[in-house]
């Protein structure tokens, strides 16, 4: 039985080592593939549940009415750009009764990781007001980061289309018709921010319900 030639084994040696090359980098391709792909749907699903909660707090404001520390009666609502305070029930899972005061800012975080999106939670006491002490520690919560920019906005008319945004809700007698969230964030390869539009489910307006989302009020 005739053997192999020198010529023969150093040609299979090389398609063997061809072989394994490409089969290595393929595994390394499918590793990093896999890394990427696990990376990219656990920032998505966070940031689906932080809008989820989002969508529900600022659905769930409440338009009670406090008084301020120079006597002043105002709706604990109070918006701006950059942040926005109101106060709504919590979600059952958090094992708090009660009504919380919410406060959403965005804030500088560190130089290289962009900006945050932070929440702090207290529970309300209509005695104390919107800014006063109430003996208890805010709980302070990081909803996002990596914030390239974000901005609070505010309109009066959820069914007027053309109605213009507000970047200020303070010293108003009624919660916005609509709030709305705009983020960007620094690592481009994150799925897109689509603005989060919240209608609130309650009014001061008497015998008035909304009867859907953004269209308006019924009798009770």
Request: with cysteine; glycine share 12%; charged share 25%.
């Amino acid at each position: 039985m005739a053997g192999f030639t020198l010529l023969e084994l150093l040609v299979a040696l090389l398609l063997l080592g061809m072989i394994s090359t490409m089969a290595l980098g393929g595994v390394r391709l499918g590793a990093r593939t896999w890394e990427t792909v696990t990376a990219k749907t656990g920032q998505n699903g966070k940031s689906q549940m932080v809008r989820a909660f989002l969508a529900r707090e600022l659905a769930q404001a409440v338009p009670v009415f406090v008084t301020d520390r120079g006597g002043e009666r105002q709706l604990a609502y109070v918006g701006s750009r950059e942040s926005l305070i109101f106060v709504a029930p919590l979600a059952p899972h958090f094992g708090l009764g009660g009504l919380q005061r919410l406060e959403l800012s965005i804030i500088d975080g560190d130089p290289d990781a962009g900006k945050q999106l932070i929440l702090k939670r207290r529970r309300f006491h209509r005695a104390d007001g919107l800014d006063a002490a109430v003996g208890e520690e805010d709980e302070i919560h990081l909803l996002l980061d990596g914030i390239d920019e974000a901005e609070f906005s505010y309109r009066e008319s959820a069914r007027d289309g053309a109605a213009p945004w507000s970047g200020d809700w303070r010293d108003r007698g009624e919660l916005p018709a609509l709030s709305r969230l705009r983020v960007t964030f620094t690592d481009k390869r994150k799925a897109a921010w689509v603005d989060l539009l919240v209608a609130g489910r309650i009014t001061t307006l008497p015998g008035c319900l909304p009867a859907e989302a953004g269209s308006g009020c019924r009798n009770r």
